[in-house]
């Protein structure tokens, strides 16, 4: 019988938070149960295993991720659109780096059917690249481009690996207004 105030969305959100606190990785039954006060196995009623939680945390993650990301985009187009996107990743990497690790977590297709976020992610890379009019496959290396870069850097950012004392925020806008212009400027693909 499921323990009065537990529920599975109390379950994950409190995992998502744990995930920010202590990594991604080191979120566990024992440890969630800690928290809650309460034996492992009440947490069983609300989670198969281990897996689905760490699952499930990954599609909440990437519902969060996505609203922050559609907010942020929404009614932009070009640079401001680039330049919102790219502010929206970089801020919930940084800020909410056991959710962004969760983020992304490779999910079977199955797993991924049960929510939007992973989708609505892609929909929203799609709208910003669709002031640069780029074709396929020109399009899916542009995106492959930007989520290498922002994850690079968020990961950097977040580590404390910028030691340089130039500002953070002002070595993003540049990097921003060079992607900008590498979008523009993209070499068409030739087939």
């Known amino acids: 019988m499921p323990r ?17 606190q202590v990594g991604f990785d080191a979120v ?5 149960a800690r928290g809650f ?3 492992d196995a009440s947490l069983y009623s609300h989670v198969k295993n281990l897996q689905d939680l760490r699952e499930r945390v990954a599609l909440k993650a990437s519902e ?5 990301i559609a907010a942020a985009v929404a009614g932009r187009a070009g640079r401001d659109a680039l330049a919102a996107f790219a502010g929206a990743y970089r801020d919930f990497a940084v800020h909410h780096p056991g959710r962004y690790a969760a983020s992304q977590m490779p999910l079977e297709p ?26 396929e496959p020109d399009q899916t ?15 950097l950012e977040a580590s404390g690996a910028f030691h340089h004392p130039r500002g953070l925020d002002d070595s993003w806008g540049r990097i921003v207004d060079s992607l900008h ?11």
Do not use: M
Not at 4 to 20: F, N, P
Not at 28 to 32: D, E, G, I
Not at 181 to 191: E, G, S, V
């Open 28 to 32: 566990s039954v024992s440890a969630l």
């Open 4 to 20: 009065a105030g537990l529920s599975t969305e109390r379950v994950v959100l409190a995992a998502a938070d744990l995930a920010d």
């Open 64 to 68: 969060e991720f996505a609203d922050r």
């Open 37 to 39: 006060g309460v034996k």
């Open 110 to 135: 199955a797993v991924l059917e049960r929510s939007s976020g992973p989708r609505r992610l892609i929909e929203a890379t799609a709208a910003v690249l669709r002031a640069y009019a780029l074709p």
């Open 141 to 155: 290396d542009a995106v492959r481009l930007l989520r290498s870069f922002f994850h690079g850097f968020a990961d």
């Open 181 to 191: 212009y590498l979008l523009q400027n993209w070499p068409r693909t030739t087939d």
